[in-house]
């Protein structure tokens, strides 16, 4: 899967270029087909819903949740917590390096998943938990947070190297 967001301007860019083309549709439909799975071009614009999962880093989620579950089964006290601390700052690298060897291009996309990731831990087990007297709703709001600027925040259209990946 492509986890670049497809914007309207992308998929119009895509859809100029397939009519452009000297290909056929036949031919253009074998060749998506003998493409990988996950490698097929994009040429519709991402709704809300393929937006936000794009922007969550749902695999990483997974793994930080295993790491957390592991520290707090193991350590108690202060070792916890700077443990519990260390693992999210591991983990808030790793989105970056994550959604770049996906070949996400656009930067402004993967600080909104950084942000979709913290969202996401200060609402689950972790050290914002370890924080006195942390108010868990912090949590909720953050990921309302996040859903509302996936729902405001337009990005630039995608580098024509990408949409280059993307033609017939």
């Known amino acids: 899967m492509n986890l670049n967001i497809f914007t309207e301007a992308d998929a119009t860019a895509v859809a100029q270029a397939v009519k452009q083309s000297p290909k056929s549709a036949t031919e253009i439909a074998e060749q998506a087909r003998a493409r990988k799975p996950g490698e097929t071009p994009q040429v519709a614009a991402d709704d809300l819903y393929s937006q936000v999962l794009k922007y969550v880093p749902t695999p990483l989620l997974g793994l930080y949740l295993v790491a957390v579950n592991a520290a707090a089964s193991s350590f108690s006290g202060n070792t916890e917590r700077v443990t519990l601390w260390v693992i999210f700052g591991i983990f808030a690298i790793s989105v970056v390096g994550f959604l770049h060897t996906r070949k996400v291009k656009r930067w402004e996309q993967i600080a909104v998943s950084v942000a979709a990731f913290v969202a996401w ?31 405001v925040f337009h990005l630039k259209p995608l580098p024509d190297d990408v949409i280059e990946s993307s033609e017939p």
């Open 121 to 151: 831990v200060a609402a689950s087990p972790g050290p914002f938990q370890a924080i006195h007297n942390y108010p868990d709703v912090i949590g909720t709001f953050a990921l309302i947070a996040v859903v509302l600027v996936t729902l």
